[in-house]
């Protein structure tokens, strides 16, 4: 459900900076997006499709990075890899707070000026 608004989001972000750019054609977008961002991917690729349409993104390669969540304990620092929101320290057994993992960010575009 909150695929199509993020790619509406996207598609709107890079019809600016496109503009802004003078360009007319977007050809590539690369993105960033946590494994527990709760985006589903390919859910995100077929709603960019669809929200791109007959604007300067249309057509546009979407090139999504993965950033493997992560997180440290705040008891014992313990710094561990993150399945889910509430993983437990290997350490002492508190729940891990999240350092990384539920980015979605447009990290760069590629244009046709
Ligand atoms: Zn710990």
Not at 24 to 47: A, M, P, Y
Request: aromatic residues 2%.
């Amino acid at each position: 459900m909150h695929e199509m608004s993020l790619a509406m989001s996207i598609v709107e972000l890079v019809a600016t900076e496109a503009k802004a750019a003078g360009a007319r054609q977007v050809n590539r977008i690369e993105l960033e997006v946590g494994t527990l961002s709760g985006v589903l991917v390919d859910s995100l690729r077929f709603c960019f499709e669809a929200a791109a349409r007959e604007t300067v993104a249309a057509g546009a390669a979407l090139v999504i990075r993965e950033i493997a969540a992560s997180g440290r304990c705040p008891a014992c620092g313990v710094e561990g890899a993150m399945a889910g929101l509430l993983t437990d320290c290997p350490g002492c057994g508190q729940y891990l707070v999240l350092d990384k993992g539920r980015e979605l960010r447009v990290v760069s575009i590629t244009v046709d000026e």
